[in-house]
């Protein structure tokens, strides 16, 4: 009983093909995230939901889109990718914005594009 | 400068051992101070957090924070090979928006 799990765990692309990451919490969390970790292992945020609402939207490319259907679910499609996008992708859930709100992790997506 | 610098290691001790990782911000919003375990291939997890300066203790671990400083540091007594992974320091400001350090990879040798 995964509490929150991502498909696919590893994605191999092409440049300039459109992919999507999907993620699902069965925590019962309002909120959702996806961080984006590099090759030096800066995890650092990209997105995060609040009860389907895009609360956080860093400075992440517009070939990036994030999509919640509810509150369990948060996916996000990449299109046309680049080379850069290589990288690890996790998604996240907590229960809510205050204090110290623990997020919980998925196992993450690596992505290679060729 | 930086918002968080963390060494990246890697920290390599014998079993037994006690590991010392450190973390430095500049943010004076942040109001939250985390500590996240992550194994290989695997996503963090949260280990400890504080809000406050001083100590906090948890089993084998000390999360300390020096706010004047603007420094936090996490102590792992009577280290094990099981603790071999990323330690990954994380700020939270108000909001939900979490700030990690890029993380201490740690090797306990038996």
């Known amino acids: 009983d995964t509490a929150v799990s991502q498909t696919p765990k590893y994605l191999v692309t092409q440049m300039g093909n459109d992919k999507s990451i999907k993620c699902e919490q069965n925590l019962g969390h309002d909120t959702m995230y996806w961080y984006k970790q590099d090759s030096k292992k800066f995890l650092k945020i990209m997105f995060s939901?609040?009860?389907?609402?895009?609360?956080i939207n860093e400075t992440v490319p517009n070939r990036f889109s994030p999509k919640s259907p509810d509150k369990a679910h948060l996916n996000l499609h990449i299109n046309s990718l680049e080379l850069g996008d290589s990288a690890v992708y996790f998604c996240a859930s907590s229960l809510g914005l205050a204090g110290v709100d623990t997020q919980y992790f998925g196992p993450g997506t690596r992505l290679t594009v060729l | 400068q930086k918002e968080v610098e963390q060494d990246p290691g890697p920290l390599s001790v014998p079993e037994g051992a006690i590991v010392s990782l450190n973390c430095t911000y500049s943010?004076?919003?942040?109001?939250?101070f985390m500590w996240y375990r992550q194994y290989s291939r695997k996503g963090p997890e949260l280990l400890m957090y504080t809000y406050s300066s001083g100590n906090k203790e948890d089993g084998r671990f000390t999360a300390q924070v020096d706010k004047s400083s603007k420094y936090i540091s996490l102590f792992i007594r009577d280290s094990q090979p099981s603790d071999s992974a990323t330690y990954l320091c994380a700020f939270k400001a108000a909001g939900n928006k979490l700030t990690f350090g890029g993380g201490t990879r740690v090797l306990v040798k038996p």
């Open positions: 939901y609040n009860n389907k609402e895009l609360i």
């Open positions: 943010n004076s919003a942040f109001q939250y």
